[in-house]
Each structure stands twice: as structure tokens, then as C-alpha cells.
């Protein structure tokens, strides 16, 4: 039998939650954060990587230089952007060689900027990881002065994939690059209007260069997608000859960022402008490749960096989504209401519906955030050992995935903060705009997010096929143990989380059984694609429980057991809620559902007091990296004309 109504005390511990009497964000801070929590070693860990270049880059980019800028017409916020870029990369903080020595320097840059300048973050990756990224990767000898040109900022370049014409099959590329056996050069041709290049990031005014993906065609024959380094326009900024740009005008956010649609007619370019790591034209104008399977080695080769450009734009949605959860909770504890007394005395945050909204998604920042950091530590890996397809498969099965939630999160949790911000959220200057812009723009970036989660579905459900041996696993005999020590326990609430996972996957298992190959493609683009979507969905959160508990235990001596059981708090909550709200589980109860979302609330109860500094101190978020006048001093900000418009003040009444 279920059991509901445990009492307030219980869960909070005695502690309660306390009320304010100052409106002051300091004091507030001070009224909340309470306990003996470690707080720096919170954020040691969270920062996982290159600690000095972290607590640089937030000092440079607190700056009053970096300051977002807001009213400026299209053409002024793409300079502003391209300035701030600029005094960026003259500041050392990383270069593109950090792709092949510490990738992890990039990552960290990329989650950064996205809290200051999300248009800038996403050049940052165009520039950097794609093209750059791919360049150093993909080309030799003969391409390390254009490395070196790329690193200075000199010869800033784009990365042109997406055509509207070949949805999210990325092989069927249509624009060609033929080989003229004649003058031994290359001829790239866009056969039709929907085989342009579409929404290149930095493509309309900035890029002198792209890395061009392209069917290769040698003798008449395809020889698979191959990458190239193709001329956009010259130092005059005009385009060169057979190129057509064609800018993509305003968008609903990261303007700071020039988008274009680019074709080509005829347009040449020598043998050597091919990246030819795998392979090459000799003198004589004959093409030769170490990788004989062109539909399969030769495509991945090419396409193995839009990884590292997934786990970039992941970052930054990690980054805007812990920006915007530290200015909806430091507003929300400065912000005063009506309390018990009647009068406004109390913080908004004592209210269990700012608790309820928030507290969730701060765990699943935190969860999402442990899973992403293994991600990267992955990504480092295969990248120095070489190693086989079965783990570049494994990279970019979590890279799709992680992409796709944390963008999702992203618009998400930046929604719901700006509304629990209420007016003063709905200000651009308050930043939840610029986030917003960035999680529809990484939705739709390095494939679409619903696309990359069906394919990543196939590949995890392979996965399992073969870990399974040809036998499903039994589900039959799941425990839904409601007794309060048993749901208590973080371990039996992640087992529940990986057997949901691996029920999805049995279940799809079940309903293809003895089809023909034709049979199951139908049925996963039709009837089970709400299955298909909910099987990756649950891997992805199974991947973030799995690595939110390995972050748990290993830690105990460096932030001390109560730091550790707060973080179990976090932990225990990510659990609840993604299992509470989890519809697409069938074989869990809806009693047993009802349960978990109480349980959801007290966890929220809870964790309260300690909120504030989980969401601002632990991530290394200072009001002065946040921009956001809400965060600050905001009653002595509204004094002041700052809204950034015009103010007509007439005279005083008698």
C-alpha cells in the first residue's frame, strides 16, 4: 500500500526555511546559505578540467568590455560580437591546436562564453571546432599555415554541411566536387537550388574560407563525401567568382552571428585544397584512399568532428542553463512577498511553487552536467588512442544524445526561470532572451534534435542486442517499493532508472520481432516513433544517473560527508523527477507514480536552503559574470535609467 503526507519536518530536518527582512542579495545569501557546505570543492569537481583557465576566463569576461550590448541594429551586434571575439582570442585563453593537445580547454571556452555571448560562443565552434577543428584533423602538412592563420584570427572560416535537400541522410549530399583531369583541379558545382548550403554560421560576412563537405567525383565515378577547403570572398569582401551568399537577415536569436545560404557555380580550387589525411590526388592527377569502404570509413572519417561540435554546442546550453537558474534563484531570494503575516516580508523562494520549479531542473543541470564532463573525458580519449569505430560509435551515441537534452533544457529551464522572474525576467538585459535564442539554435544545430535521437536510438538498441545475446531481458519482476527507507535509497531509484531503459528498448524489441528490414523502417519513422524518441530520451537520463553516482562516492574526502550528502539530496531529487514524470513507462503503476511526484515535492522542501549557493558558487557564477541587473542591486538599477529606451519625465503635479 502507498503511503502519502510525510510531515515537513521529516524532510527538512528541523531546519526550516528561513524568511528575510532586507531585500539586500548579500544578506539574503547569507540568511539561506547556512550550513557547513564545501563549496569550493563543489565546484572543483564541477569544473573537472583546466581550473586556472576557468577562474581566468570568468574574470575576463566579468569585464565591462564584454558587457552584452542591447537596441543595436543587425549590422552593429554582428561587429560587437566580432570585437568581443577579437579581444578574446588576443587574451591566449586557447587556440585550435587545443583540438589535437587538450580539447577539454575549447570545451570549457565554448560553456563560458555562452553565459556572456551566446552569438560569440557559436563562432568560437564554427571557427574553431569545425573549421579549424576539421582542417587539423583531416589535412597534412600542407594545410598547417592555414592553421596558423585560423589560430591568429586572420583567416576566419565556416564549416558548410546542411543542405535543404538531403533532410537529416547527411550521405546523400548533393553539391559535387568533380575532378578535371585536364588542369588537374577540383570544379564544385551546386546542382540544384536545394543542394545550397544552408545557415552557415560566420558564411555571410566574416568568413574569408569554408570547409566544404562534398561528393567527390573522380573519372565519372562517386568516391564518397570528402571535406574541402573552398574561397568564400576576398579581403574586399566581395564574394569570388561562382560563389553566391546570400544573407539569412534576422533571426530569432544570436544575431551577433552572420548566418547564409552559399552555392556554387564552377567554382575551382586545386587537388591540394582536398583535406587528404585518408585520401589523396598524386601528381599525376589519380586518387587514392587508405579507406576502401567510401559509404561507410571515408563518411565517418569526414563527419567524426561534427561530434566534437555537438559536445561544444552541449556545453553551451550547459553553461546558459546554470546562467539562467543563478539569476532566477538570486532573484528569487532577494525578491520579497506577502508572507504569513500579510506583509512583504517573506522571499518568493519560501514559496514551494518557486521551490518546485526550480529545484528539479537545478538537479538535472547537475546530472546532466557530470554526464557531459565524462563525455568530454571520452572524447579526449579516442581522440589520442586512436581508437576503433566501436568507440568513435560510442562517442557519437552520447554526443547526439547529450546535444539533444541539453538543449531541450536549455529552453526549457530558461523559460520557466523567466517566468518565475516575472517582469524584471522579461527584460533582454536579464538575459533569459539571449538564452532562449541559444537553445533554439543548438535544437537545430549539428542535426536536429529529434532526427539524432532516432538514429541514436538505433545504436543503443544495437548495443543491447548484442550485450542481450539474443535473449530479451525479463521486466516481468520490477519492484515498485514504496517503503520510505527503500525510497530513500539513490541506488534502488537508479536501478528503477536503467530498468525503465532497458523496458523501452525490450519493448521496441518485442514490436520489430520478425519483421523484414522494410517492415521495421516503417514502423520506427510511423507507428513507434513516440517509442523511439522515449527508448533514446531514457538512455540519456540512465547515462546521466550512472555518472552523477560515480561523481558521488570517490569524492567524500575532498568535500566532506555532509557536502556529499547534500549533493546525494540533488542526486535523489534528478531520480524522482525524471522517473515521477517518466509517462511513457507503462509498466510503472500510476499510484506508484502518484507517490513519486509527492516525493518530488518534499525533496524540493528539502534541498530549499540550500539552493542558492548550489546554483551560483558551486558553478563559479559571480553577478558579475551574469550581466543580469536582476542579480544585482536591482531596486537601486530600476532607480536609474537603464531600460534602454527612451524617457519622457513630465512636470511635477502641484
Excluded at 213 to 220: D, M, Q, S
Excluded at 342 to 350: E, S
Aim: charged share 20%.
Amino acid at each position: 500500500m502507498l503511503r502519502f503526507g510525510r510531515s515537513f519536518r521529516s524532510i527538512v530536518s528541523g531546519r526550516g526555511i528561513k524568511t528575510a527582512t532586507d531585500s539586500s542579495l548579500s544578506e539574503m545569501r547569507s540568511k539561506w546559505f547556512d550550513i557547513p557546505i564545501n563549496i569550493s570543492g563543489i565546484r572543483q569537481i564541477l569544473d573537472h578540467d583546466n581550473h586556472q583557465l576557468r577562474n581566468d576566463l570568468r574574470k575576463f569576461l566579468s569585464s565591462k568590455d564584454m558587457a552584452p550590448q542591447y537596441n543595436l541594429p543587425l549590422v552593429e551586434e554582428r561587429k560587437s560580437t566580432l570585437l568581443r571575439l577579437k579581444s578574446l582570442c588576443s587574451a591566449n585563453f586557447f587556440s585550435v591546436m587545443d583540438h589535437e593537445k587538450d580539447p577539454n580547454r575549447i570545451f570549457a571556452v565554448n560553456e563560458l562564453c555562452a553565459i556572456v555571448d551566446p552569438s560569440m560562443a557559436f563562432k568560437i565552434c564554427s571557427h574553431f571546432s569545425l573549421y579549424g577543428g576539421t582542417i587539423l584533423r583531416l589535412g597534412t602538412e600542407k594545410h598547417q599555415n592555414i592553421l596558423h592563420s585560423v589560430a591568429r584570427l586572420e583567416d576566419i572560416g565556416c564549416f558548410a554541411t546542411s543542405e535543404g535537400c538531403f533532410g537529416d541522410k547527411v550521405d546523400d549530399i548533393e553539391i559535387t566536387a568533380e575532378l578535371d583531369p585536364k588542369t588537374n583541379e577540383i570544379v564544385i558545382n551546386t546542382p540544384t537550388t536545394e543542394a545550397a548550403k544552408y545557415c552557415v554560421v560566420n558564411n555571410s560576412l566574416h568568413a574569408l574560407h569554408c570547409v566544404l563537405l562534398a561528393k567527390l567525383i573522380v573519372n565519372g565515378q562517386h568516391q564518397g563525401i570528402h571535406a574541402f577547403i573552398v574561397p568564400l570572398q576576398g579581403s574586399d569582401s566581395q564574394a569570388v567568382d561562382g560563389v553566391t551568399i546570400e544573407d539569412m537577415g534576422y533571426k530569432i536569436g544570436l544575431n551577433g552571428v552572420d548566418c547564409a545560404r552559399v552555392a556554387f557555380t564552377g567554382v575551382r580550387i586545386p587537388c591540394d585544397s582536398m583535406l587528404d589525411r585518408y585520401s589523396k590526388f598524386s601528381t599525376d592527377g589519380k586518387f587514392h584512399t587508405s579507406l576502401e569502404d567510401f559509404a561507410g570509413e571515408r563518411f565517418h572519417q569526414v563527419f567524426h568532428q561534427l561530434s566534437s561540435g555537438r559536445i561544444a554546442v552541449a556545453c553551451m546550453c550547459s553553461g546558459a542553463t546554470k546562467a539562467s537558474l543563478a539569476i532566477a534563484l538570486a532573484y528569487s531570494a532577494a525578491h520579497l512577498t506577502i508572507g504569513p503575516t500579510g506583509k512583504l516580508d517573506t522571499p518568493i523562494w519560501d514559496h514551494r511553487l518557486q521551490q518546485q520549479s526550480l529545484l528539479p531542473l537545478l538537479a538535472r543541470t547537475y546530472a546532466v552536467h557530470f554526464a557531459l564532463s565524462h563525455l568530454k573525458d571520452e572524447w579526449t580519449r579516442v581522440l589520442k588512442c586512436a581508437s576503433e569505430e566501436k568507440s568513435w560509435t560510442s562517442v557519437y551515441l552520447m554526443s547526439s544524445v547529450l546535444k539533444s537534452i541539453a538543449s531541450w533544457d536549455l529552453v526549457n529551464t530558461a523559460n520557466i526561470c523567466r517566468e518565475r522572474t516575472g517582469v524584471e525576467g522579461y527584460l533582454a538585459c536579464n538575459r533569459f532572451g539571449s538564452y532562449l535564442g541559444l537553445g533554439h539554435a543548438a535544437i537545430t544545430s549539428m542535426g536536429a534534435n529529434a532526427p539524432l535521437m532516432q538514429r541514436a536510438c538505433k545504436i543503443r538498441f544495437k548495443q543491447l542486442l548484442n550485450s542481450w545475446g539474443g535473449k530479451l531481458p525479463d521486466i516481468s519482476c520490477i519492484e515498485f517499493n514504496d517503503h520510505p527507507e527503500t525510497i530513500e535509497d539513490v541506488d534502488y531509484l537508479h536501478d528503477l532508472v536503467k530498468k525503465r531503459e532497458l523496458s523501452l528498448f525490450s519493448s521496441l524489441a518485442r514490436r520489430i520481432s520478425g519483421l523484414d528490414r522494410e517492415q521495421v523502417q516503417y514502423l520506427l519513422n510511423y507507428e513507434l516513433s513516440d517509442l523511439v524518441q522515449a527508448s533514446s530520451r531514457a538512455y540519456g537520463e540512465s547515462l546521466c544517473s550512472t555518472h552523477f553516482s560515480a561523481n558521488l562516492v570517490p569524492h567524500i574526502r575532498l568535500l566532506g560527508p555532509e557536502t556529499v550528502a547534500l549533493l546525494r539530496k540533488v542526486y535523489r531529487l534528478f531520480l524522482l523527477h525524471s522517473l515521477a514524470y517518466a509517462v511513457e513507462w507503462p509498466s510503472m503503476p500510476a499510484d506508484f507514480t502518484a507517490f513519486l511526484r509527492e516525493e518530488v515535492r518534499y525533496a524540493c522542501v528539502g534541498l530549499a536552503p540550500d539552493a542558492l549557493p548550489l546554483a551560483m558558487d558551486a558553478f563559479g557564477l559571480s553577478p558579475g559574470l551574469l550581466h543580469a541587473p536582476v542579480v544585482k542591486a536591482w531596486a537601486d538599477w530600476n532607480a536609474r535609467q537603464n531600460l534602454g529606451g527612451k524617457k519622457w519625465k513630465g512636470r511635477p503635479g502641484a
